[in-house]
């Protein structure tokens, strides 16, 4: 992660926005959800996401900084409704004492922190950009609630895709895990063209629940995103 991550030097990071559909399978209506990376007046970063159906909610955000060429976080924070019952997570990463702390499902989190640890949102755009870059091991240490799991991701190659923007160059990547222990499966894929944005996301569950999201519309660095046709 500590090479990967350096290379974010090497393509600065882009602000963007963009919207996208949510559909679960499952059930007969289609959500939304926001995505957004905007600098910040102090000059840190902040990654937010929003999803919203009408039997259930999702916010997340993460709030970093570049300190040289690493990645770090700050402040997580996540909101489910819905679903189940309520879920609330909130970390807040100490560089200079080197302690993370926080609060989830199992009550408060007091962890040790070391380099290279991300969030669970900061993660997505490390992958976005370590793609970008050209890089091959995608691998990256997460913490997941009060544990850290390492996230590993396979290169699938280049695929165009049709979007309600029109078709769209991307890279596929799927987020690799043990067989027999976990049978979640993560597909993403991303625009070549338009700062390796994500574009379309699939996830089928433990339980076969499946649930797609796809790009609606698009502003990466100020431009409209377009498709090809």
Known sequence: LLASSSLL??????????SYTADWKQLPF?????RSLQQQADGNWKLSFKASMLVAGVS????????GDQLQPLRYKYDRTGLGKPRKNRQEFDWTA???????????????LHAGILDKSSYQLALQH?????????SYIVLDGDDLDTYDF??????????????????KVERVRDPGQNKRKTTLWFAKDWGYLLVQLNQVERDGKEYTIMLQEGLVDGQVVKGLN
């Not at 289609?30 to 926001?34: I, L, S, V």
């Open 60 to 67: 997340e955000s993460s709030t970093f900084r570049l300190q």
């Open 130 to 138: 370590d793609i970008a870059n050209g890089v091959d091991q995608l």
């Open 154 to 171: 396979r290169l699938l190659g280049a695929e165009r895709i049709e979007t309600p923007l029109g078709q769209l160059n991307t890279i």
């Open 98 to 112: 080197m302690q993370v702390n926080g609060s989830g499902k199992d009550g408060i989190i007091q962890l040790p």
């Open 9 to 18: 030097a090497a393509q600065p990071l882009q602000p963007f926005q963009a």
């Open 30 to 34: 289609t959500g939304t959800a926001e």
